[in-house]
């Protein structure tokens, strides 16, 4: 069965950087991962994905520029730089699994992650 273990989350200030990731175990074959997250109040929205190869990548435009995702496949693990936060960057992080072309909805998505925090204050 597949498990997604996502962390590194925390508190910065903003302007700060944070890095997460997400261990995967069980996904085999040609899996696609997301990053979302969700603030008090808020709808869970989509942040970041990146296809198997990490030949396409799709990025929100409320974070593009400043996040990067990447992935090591022999790690079985999914990065997700983020630089240059802000307050509104304030939220749980979740990352998510699926195995097919990468998706920026979070119905596409079959696996998850439990959530990481991260706060960002001024």
């Known amino acids: 069965q597949v498990q997604l273990v996502d962390s590194g989350g925390g508190l910065v200030q903003a302007g700060g950087s944070l890095r997460l990731s997400c261990a995967a175990s069980?996904?085999?074959?040609?899996?696609?991962v997301g990053w979302f997250r969700q603030a008090p109040g808020k709808e869970r929205e989509f942040v970041t994905a990146?296809?198997?190869?990490?030949?396409?990548?799709y990025d929100a435009d409320s974070v593009r520029g400043r996040f990067t995702i990447s992935r090591d496949n022999a790690k079985n693990t999914v990065y997700l730089q983020m630089n240059s936060l802000k307050p509104e960057d304030t939220a749980v992080y979740y990352c998510a699994a699926r195995y097919g072309d990468v998706s920026r909805e979070r119905s596409g998505y079959d696996y998850w992650g439990q959530g990481t925090q991260v706060t960002v204050s001024s």
């Open positions: 990146i296809s198997w190869s990490g030949g396409s990548i």
């Open positions: 069980g996904l085999f074959g040609r899996s696609a």
